[in-house]
């Protein structure tokens, strides 16, 4: 990865593209299942969405051998896929990219109410 390719974005839209074209061999419930787990991911993203990457791939690597198998989406995922999701991005309580904004602007207040009593 180059230094133009990490300020573009450019790498993360090839490998998003590959992702699409992977999932698109899936059967019709897997794809729509896959729909789900991306939006359920979505914000445990970072400003790029780079860290989810991995979780996107190993999402869509077990749907891939879910299907080859033969098994069902129910059986594989259950009936909780954002739950699915949330437990692949850290769990419950697992930080969203609003508590991390929400603790950058809280830091920031502090600071300028520090200035301003003392």
Avoid: C, H
């Amino acid at each position: 990865m180059t230094f133009w390719e990490t300020i573009t974005g450019s790498d993360l839209t090839r490998e998003f593209k590959a992702f699409e074209t992977r999932a698109q061999a899936l059967p019709a419930d897997y794809r729509a299942a896959w729909e789900q787990i991306k939006a359920s991911l979505f914000p445990y993203g970072d400003f790029t969405g780079r860290n989810l990457m991995p979780f996107l791939d190993s999402a869509l690597a077990l749907l891939e051998e879910a299907a080859a198998d033969g098994q069902s989406i129910d059986e594989v995922l259950g009936d909780d896929i954002a739950g699915f999701s949330t437990a692949l991005a850290g769990g419950q309580g697992a930080r969203t990219y609003r508590d991390r904004w929400r603790e950058q602007l809280n830091r920031n207040v502090a600071k300028k109410l520090a200035r301003l009593g003392g």
